[in-house]
T-cell receptor
């Protein structure tokens, strides 16, 4: 069973460019979560999605950030017009349902803004 | 803020010793989970303890939960150099599905 797959592992962008981060959940998992981690800190929740639905985006900045989890294909976290402060590790997690199940994490995408 | 807090922030021990990490949180929870993160990698799930449970074991790991004090502890017995990592507690609150993470404890086990 493949785990949560994220790509790319590393992404370098210049200020003003767009960043697209992809996440394929574990097989059988229909719930996807995105978190952001700054160096030496814990993870901060951004957004929670199910297929074709955003369930909770309370942790995601209102501007420049968007997320989707289409019927087919991976979940995408999109950051438009990136700024230096967007530099962080972005982790995706998935779970099979909304009950008392652990979330399984990918290895993250490390985004660096030049 | 619902941010949990771990202590200590950093812990250095000798191989074979036990390591204890503590976590506190602020609001009522559905469950509490402990994760390990090796440098540059994602989080690996260790143990999930539900709000109606008080203690749970998994191999060399022992987790306790005291909901009256809003705290949890993770004990790693007979530590190994391979246990060197950052350990995070994360709480799932009744109001949502997301996890709220603490700042982590950085454990170093010296061979």
């Amino acid at each position: 069973n493949a785990g949560v797959m994220q790509n790319p592992r590393h992404l370098v962008r210049r200020r003003g460019q767009e960043a697209r981060l992809r996440c394929s959940p574990m097989k059988g998992h229909s719930h996807v979560y995105w978190y952001r981690q700054l160096p030496e800190e814990g993870l901060k929740f951004m957004v929670y999605l199910q297929k074709e639905n955003i369930i909770d985006e309370s942790g995601m900045p209102k501007e420049r950030f968007s997320a989707e989890f289409p019927k087919e294909g991976p979940s995408i976290l999109r950051i438009q017009q990136v700024v230096r402060g967007d530099s962080a590790a972005y982790f995706c997690a998935s779970s099979p349902d909304s009950s008392n199940q652990p979330q399984h994490f990918g290895d993250g995408t490390r985004l660096s803004i030049l | 803020s619902q941010q949990g807090e771990e202590d200590p922030q950093a812990l250095s021990i000798q191989e074979g010793e036990n390591a204890t990490m503590n976590c506190s949180y602020k609001t009522s929870i559905n469950n509490l989970q402990w994760y390990r993160q090796n440098s540059g990698r994602g989080l690996v799930h260790l143990i999930l303890i539900r709000s109606n449970e008080r203690e749970k074991h998994s191999g060399r790991l022992r987790v306790t939960l005291d909901t009256s004090k809003k705290s949890s502890s993770l004990l790693i017995t007979a530590s190994r150099a391979a246990d060197t990592a950052s350990y995070f507690c994360a709480t799932r609150h009744n109001a949502g599905n997301m996890l709220t993470f603490g700042g982590g404890t950085r454990l170093m086990v010296k061979p």
